[in-house]
């Protein structure tokens, strides 16, 4: 089993900046892949970003390349979104998955995660 813990969300303003972090725990993650997705109210759960815990590849949803980055820390079994440039659109809850696969588009798609957090809002005022 992994556990999946999330933090660093909150209330951040248009432009601004907000960090997330997720810490995984239970197991080895060496192979895994790790994302986040977000859900906002009255729409569909949404893939951000994925990055291979192996050798640290990333993939990125078109809405957030070049405004979000994601990264992870080895040592500390812990992978970040950074999200730069917010827009009130960013405003969701967020949530970290992880999962064993081959790195790939398959990155993007919700149901190819086992794990996942509870989640942490994060809400873009303009």
């Known amino acids: 089993q992994v556990q999946l813990r999330e933090s660093g969300g909150g209330l951040g303003q248009a432009g601004g900046s907000l960090r997330l972090s997720c810490a995984a725990s239970g197991r080895p993650i060496n192979n895994y892949v790790m994302a986040w997705f977000r859900q906002a109210p009255g729409k569909e759960r949404e893939f951000v970003a994925a990055v291979s815990w192996s050798d640290g590849s990333t993939y990125y949803a078109d809405s957030v390349k070049g405004r979000f980055t994601i990264s992870r820390d080895n040592a500390k079994n812990t992978v970040y979104l950074q999200m730069d440039s917010l827009e009130p659109e960013d405003t969701a809850v967020y949530s970290c998955?992880?999962?064993?696969?081959?790195w790939g588009k398959g990155a993007g798609f919700a149901p190819n995660y086992y794990y996942w957090g509870q989640g942490t809002q994060v809400t873009v005022s303009s």
């Open positions: 998955a992880a999962n064993t696969m081959p």
